[in-house]
């Protein structure tokens, strides 16, 4: 079976309105074209609105599905509220948040501005605050029977990172919040759960976590016991089916989509992964030599 093959039923989606923050590229395009071919309603939110409309009609030609661009910077409450309108009034309801809008770059912390700083939190914290509180406000007042809440966040969200530290900051912040409103909100039949993706390129982390020739020097790829980076059809199937009703049991989880890499960067002794196959003959017999 081909990994980068499409997994549900054609219909799983079907009658589902999703707003995807950041849908205009990367892997939020890729996760609305899957949602689209599976049937829902797509509202992509970004704040480049020119983008986000080349993105739609691209989608929309490529799977006749129904896909509208919407601009809003998350960043702002006041915005996130009209954006919800705008969906509403577009599709009559809405059904799934994706907060997949975020901001990065590599730094030295000691180098960043208070504004540098504040700028990631702004856009991957507070953005998917103000999109969480506001959608889950309406599902509320709304009595709606059934929504979900996915947050896409990264394995250093729990394990934290150097030189990318206002991100992992916000990333576990945005954890936080899942797992707590997954209890909170579930009464309301709210689910709330997250993706933690490893390595997936894309051109907008690309170029803002390895630019110029550090994507040769740091091949990501030799970072992951599986060998190989992600593709973007494997994180699409597992979103798509974290926002269908398939998944209805499934609540406060966090799922790695990473191929093991966060646990080789963890395990004490995963650095003998260097030794030789023909070493561990040598070896055991050393160590059986000690006990005689
Ligand atoms: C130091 C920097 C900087 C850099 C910006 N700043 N880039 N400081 N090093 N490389 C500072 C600026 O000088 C300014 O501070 C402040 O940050 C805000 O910068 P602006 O350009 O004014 O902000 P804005 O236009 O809002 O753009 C936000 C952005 C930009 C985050 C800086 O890169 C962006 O639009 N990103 C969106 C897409 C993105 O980042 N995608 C990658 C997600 S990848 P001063 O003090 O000068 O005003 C991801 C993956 C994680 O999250 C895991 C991968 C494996
Ligand atoms: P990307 O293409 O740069 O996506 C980020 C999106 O966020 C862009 O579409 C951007 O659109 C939007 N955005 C940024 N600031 C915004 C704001 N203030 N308001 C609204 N939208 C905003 O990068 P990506 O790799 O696909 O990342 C998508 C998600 O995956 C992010 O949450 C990222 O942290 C996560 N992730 C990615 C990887 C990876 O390997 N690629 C790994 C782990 C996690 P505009 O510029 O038009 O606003």
Redesign the pocket.
Same mark, same amino acid.
């Given at each position: 079976m081909d990994f980068s093959a499409k997994m549900l039923r054609d219909d799983a989606l079907e009658g589902k309105t999703i707003v995807v923050t950041?849908g205009g590229s990367?892997l939020g395009k890729s996760m609305t074209k899957y949602f689209l071919e599976l049937g829902a309603n797509v509202a992509i939110t970004s704040r480049d609105i020119d983008k986000l409309k080349a993105t739609a009609s691209e989608l929309q030609s490529e799977t006749g599905g129904n896909c509208l661009a919407v601009a809003c910077d998350v960043r702002h409450y006041e915005q996130v509220e009209v954006m919800l309108k705008t969906v509403l009034d577009s599709f009559g309801r809405v059904d799934v948040l994706l907060n997949n809008a =975020?901001?990065?770059? @590599?730094?030295p912390t000691e180098?960043?501005?208070?504004? =540098?700083f504040d700028? @990631?939190i702004d856009?991957?914290l507070k953005g998917s605050k103000n999109c969480t509180l506001a959608f889950g406000k309406h599902w509320i007042d709304a009595k709606q029977q059934s929504a979900v809440v996915l947050n896409i966040v990264?394995t250093?969200a729990w394990t934290g990172s150097a030189y990318?530290v206002p991100?992992a900051t916000a990333k576990a912040g945005v954890l936080a919040m899942t797992r707590s409103l997954a209890v909170e909100w579930a009464k309301y039949g709210i689910r709330t759960n997250a993706i933690a993706?490893?390595?997936f390129p894309?051109k907008?982390?690309w170029d803002?976590?390895l630019p110029g020739d550090l994507k040769d020097k740091f091949d990501?790829a030799k970072k992951v016991p599986l060998k190989r980076v992600g593709d973007h059809q494997e994180l699409a199937n597992l979103a798509a089916y974290l926002v269908s009703d398939f998944s209805g049991y499934v609540n406060g989880e966090v799922i790695t989509l990473d191929g093991g890499e966060w646990l080789k960067g963890a395990g004490q002794f995963n650095l003998l992964e260097a030794i030789p196959e023909e070493m561990w003959d040598m070896l055991e017999a050393m160590i059986k030599a000690k006990k005689a």
């Amino acid at each position: 079976m081909d990994f980068s093959a499409k997994m549900l039923r054609d219909d799983a989606l079907e009658g589902k309105t999703i707003v995807v923050t950041g849908g205009g590229s990367g892997l939020g395009k890729s996760m609305t074209k899957y949602f689209l071919e599976l049937g829902a309603n797509v509202a992509i939110t970004s704040r480049d609105i020119d983008k986000l409309k080349a993105t739609a009609s691209e989608l929309q030609s490529e799977t006749g599905g129904n896909c509208l661009a919407v601009a809003c910077d998350v960043r702002h409450y006041e915005q996130v509220e009209v954006m919800l309108k705008t969906v509403l009034d577009s599709f009559g309801r809405v059904d799934v948040l994706l907060n997949n809008a =975020a901001g990065n770059f @590599i730094s030295p912390t000691e180098r960043l501005s208070a504004n =540098a700083f504040d700028t @990631i939190i702004d856009i991957v914290l507070k953005g998917s605050k103000n999109c969480t509180l506001a959608f889950g406000k309406h599902w509320i007042d709304a009595k709606q029977q059934s929504a979900v809440v996915l947050n896409i966040v990264t394995t250093y969200a729990w394990t934290g990172s150097a030189y990318v530290v206002p991100s992992a900051t916000a990333k576990a912040g945005v954890l936080a919040m899942t797992r707590s409103l997954a209890v909170e909100w579930a009464k309301y039949g709210i689910r709330t759960n997250a993706i933690a993706p490893g390595p997936f390129p894309t051109k907008g982390a690309w170029d803002r976590l390895l630019p110029g020739d550090l994507k040769d020097k740091f091949d990501l790829a030799k970072k992951v016991p599986l060998k190989r980076v992600g593709d973007h059809q494997e994180l699409a199937n597992l979103a798509a089916y974290l926002v269908s009703d398939f998944s209805g049991y499934v609540n406060g989880e966090v799922i790695t989509l990473d191929g093991g890499e966060w646990l080789k960067g963890a395990g004490q002794f995963n650095l003998l992964e260097a030794i030789p196959e023909e070493m561990w003959d040598m070896l055991e017999a050393m160590i059986k030599a000690k006990k005689a």
